[in-house]
């Protein structure tokens, strides 16, 4: 009889042991669950200056972002009105210059690292370009847009916080993430004009391309897209950007959002080839809104 008794709670206590370890297991297993998954980030990104990620533009951004059947970007209705746009790129935004002359345009800023290097390349070579700056970085940086307006740069929004999603907001989140990134160029550099916005990772929709305009500035795209985000090098960058340019093109390289070295170093390369070749100028140009 003792040693049956002896045998049975033995046995009940290997199952309590089991049926413990059991949901231990679960209990680990759903904290785990509910922790970010580091093995699942973004490809292609980029960081902002304190470490946040922007996503940054899809493999192939000057494909329109469209529905099924072609005619506009998931879940727009086709017959809906359409902002005037009257642009050469995705959604009626603009693809080119409209005229001879190049335009050199460098997104995500200001960034204190890279873009005083930048902005001192393109005065040692005398050429005036295009910052499409993200509005928290310009207000974390408003000494870096008056840098960049004093030597003859002319200025672009590019949202908030780089909102890759932007487009797919209601009309009045898109006009107050704008506005919010104007109001911050604007403190800095009061009687700054902003002309154009360009729509983080080129994810245009009607709505985004009808505020933008709404508020007076042209939706900007690019005709070429060396990829620096990417960090294929110098070399890389350089051929890109050299091979694919012609006249009206507008081109699309980084001051921020990561290790823009490599971007840094194709410009000191690219800017004696391109002035050789075509007459580089900050937007607007003869014949561009």
């Known amino acids: ?21 059991a949901l231990l297991g679960s209990a680990y297993a759903l904290g785990r669950s509910m922790l970010p998954d580091q093995s ?46 009257g642009g050469d790129g995705p959604f009626g935004s603009h693809a080119s210059t409209g005229s001879g002359e190049v335009a050199l345009t460098f997104d995500d800023g200001p960034d204190p690292t890279y873009t005083p290097q930048v902005l001192e390349v393109l005065r040692a070579y005398g050429v005036k370009a295009t910052f499409c700056v993200v509005g928290e ?11 960049i307006v004093a030597d003859g740069h002319t200025l672009c ?15 009045d989140l898109i006009r107050a993430d704008l506005i919010r990134t104007n109001e911050a160029i ?16 080129g994810a245009w929709t009607y709505p985004v391309v009808s505020v933008a ?3 007076g500035m042209t939706p900007l795209h690019w005709t070429v897209d060396p990829n620096d985000w990417q960090l294929p090098g110098a070399a890389k960058i350089t051929a890109t950007v050299t091979g694919d ?20 170093a194709a410009l ?22």
């Not at 490809?43 to 099924?68: H, I």
Request: aromatic share 4%.
């Open 245 to 264: 340019t012609g006249p009206g093109a507008i081109v699309l390289m980084h001051d921020a959002g990561g290790d823009r070295q490599g971007t840094v």
């Open 40 to 85: 699942r980030q973004p490809t292609g990104t980029s960081a902002r200056v304190d470490g946040t990620q922007y996503a940054e533009q899809p493999a192939d951004p000057a494909a329109p972002r469209a529905g099924s059947d072609g005619t506009g970007p998931a879940g727009t209705d086709p017959d809906a009105p359409q902002p005037a746009g």
């Open 137 to 147: 970085n310009a207000q974390d940086h408003p000494d870096l847009v008056q840098a």
């Open 213 to 215: 305009e709404g508020l």
């Open 1 to 21: 009889m003792r040693a049956r008794s002896t045998g049975g709670t033995i046995g009940t206590v290997g199952v309590v042991t089991l049926v413990l370890a």
């Open 157 to 171: 929004n590019h949202s908030w916080h780089h909102d890759v999603l932007l487009g797919k907001r209601s009309p």
């Open 186 to 201: 604007h403190a800095a550099v009061p009687n700054a004009r902003i002309s154009y916005f360009r729509q983080p990772g």
């Open 268 to 289: 000191r390369r690219i800017l004696p080839d391109l002035t050789s070749r075509f007459r580089l100028e900050a937007l607007p140009v003869n014949g561009a809104n």
